[in-house]
């Protein structure tokens, strides 16, 4: 291992300052801190951490999904993909590099690919939340909204309590004229996320007998942008390494 690159870092809260101590890290650990890199968008630091891992680790198949992603937000989109499909190979039951790799695909303009790329992980696990929640983003975006409310209302019910499947159901219902059951959905992403000034002023656009006011453009909220883990961001969480 290159010594030292793996070095963990933590803060010392009572001074303000943080020391990096000299030590071999866990798997766990260096996953983690590669993944705090990446978050941090330091893809080239990311990238050298990732790559010492599979040093030390060869093969290890969350190292090589989160390079995977790292090489596309560093440009190399082609590269990116090849090394979440190894990352896929190596644990074949698992859903998030096809999940992942379904974001790649949407930043990349690759729909298609991405529908497949979700599909993959919904047959892997049918209750994962965030590839529903994707796949209606997409089908939003093709104003196929009965295909989106199927997918948005699922992710929906196995969050309830993340606003991204209720506003994006709130579209797929408002794309099919049922714009009451539309607000409804609506505000409860609201509520769940008041913040998100875009979905409330769309949300505001009608009233809730269904009347229509003036209204904003409507924004697809992806997967995890609250907490800017999953798509179409795929920053890798703590809880994923």
Avoid at 33 to 59: S, V
Avoid at 212 to 229: D, F, K, N, V, Y
Wanted: some cysteine; proline content about 5%.
């Amino acid at each position: 291992m290159r010594r030292g690159l793996l070095a963990a870092q933590r803060a010392t809260k009572q001074t303000g300052m943080s020391e990096s101590v000299e030590r071999d890290l866990s798997l766990p650990e260096a996953i983690e801190l590669a993944c705090a890199t990446l978050r941090e968008e330091r893809y080239d630091e990311a990238k050298q951490l990732f790559e010492a891992i599979l040093e030390q680790w060869p093969g290890d198949p969350d190292a090589l999904h989160y390079l995977g992603i790292t090489e596309h937000r560093r440009g190399r989109t082609d590269e990116g993909v090849a090394l979440i499909l190894s990352a896929a190979q190596h644990m074949p039951q698992a859903a998030q590099p096809w999940n992942n790799l379904g974001n790649v695909f949407v930043e990349a303009g690759r729909l298609n690919d991405a529908v497949q790329a979700y599909e993959q992980a919904l047959q892997r696990d049918p209750a994962h939340a965030e590839a529903h929640n994707n796949l209606g983003v997409i089908h939003c975006k093709r104003e196929q909204w009965h295909e989106a409310e199927a997918a948005c209302r699922r992710a929906a019910e196995l969050l309830p309590d993340q606003p991204n499947g209720w506003y994006n159901l709130s579209r797929a219902l408002i794309g099919q004229g049922r714009v009451a059951e539309g607000v409804k959905a609506g505000s409860k992403a609201i509520t769940l996320w008041p913040r998100h000034t875009q979905g409330r002023d769309g949300v505001a656009g009608f009233d809730e007998s269904g009347r229509s006011r003036e209204m904003s453009a409507h924004e697809i909220i992806p997967s995890g942008q609250e907490s800017r883990l999953l798509a179409n961001s795929i920053m890798p969480g703590a809880s994923e390494a």
